[in-house]
């Protein structure tokens, strides 16, 4: 009797405790375990550059000349070929910043400009921005009027006259003056400020003033380009003590020419055609102080 009813109640009380649902948590929770377990070890073994590539969907750090492609720069923006006077991205300088009207200045080069120059203000120094931007025509103008000798050199000498040379005479103007669209002027990134000679930053008001920019300017974004030539710097323009650029823009636009600008492009005006003998790309638009290059 125990035995014949043994079997059926046995699986009568068992059958409860076997239910489906309990089987399946725990197999689950097993499988579950064992998930996390070989899951741990593969984050124990994971090296951050692992990781970082595992990422799924992470768009891919973009270059400084994709960046300034990204924001709207082009080849012709670079080469100055824009009225600032009509883009939205530039405002014109208060004249009580400037020895005149008319200047205009990237909005955010101008804000960046008055924050260095309130905070040079506090030492006792001033700073009055003697150019700012220039476009490819403005140039032009510059640049012929060298060319042809309306206008003398820096050196006192007419261009046209000492130099008949197209090349020798392209060098000499070249010595500080841009050829129309390689100018960083064109950008809205670059200001020159008090004097157009570096015998002024060498004494008095002017070696203070320079002294404090090249202490703090980078604190406000800016670098002067045109440092001395030498080793450092072999090629481009003389020094600049007065010329200074503002590096969170002009950065990604100088490597946006050092991969898109070519000798071709510089054209358009008396002399162009020496550009590329003289290879003014590489040396004059990418021949700046390597402590300002991207
Ligand atoms: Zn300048």
Known sequence: MATRLSRSNLTIKLMPRFNIPLIAALVAFALCGACQ??????????????????????????????QAREAGFDADYIMGKFNPAEH??????????????????RQ???????????????EGLTMTIRSATRNFDYQKGIWERKWTGARKLSSGAD???AFPDPKARALEILKYSSMPGTSRHHWGTDLDLNAFNNAYFETGPGQQLYAWMQAHAAEYGFCQPYSPK????????????WHWSYLPTAQPLTALARESLSNGDIEGFKGADVAGEIDVVRKYVLGINPGCMP
């Open 88 to 105: 939205p991205d530039f405002v014109v300088v208060d004249q009580q910043y400037a020895d005149r009207g008319g200047l205009y200045l």
């Open 159 to 161: 261009a046209a006259q």
């Open 37 to 66: 377990s070989s899951g741990g070890d593969a984050q124990h073994s994971d090296s951050p550059a692992e990781k970082s590539t595992n990422v799924p969907d992470a768009p891919p750090a973009m270059t400084l000349a994709e």
């Open 108 to 122: 955010e080069v101008y804000d960046a400009f008055l924050k260095m120059r309130a905070a040079a203000a506090k």
């Open 230 to 241: 030498g080793e450092e710097r072999p090629h481009g323009y003389n020094e600049e003590k």
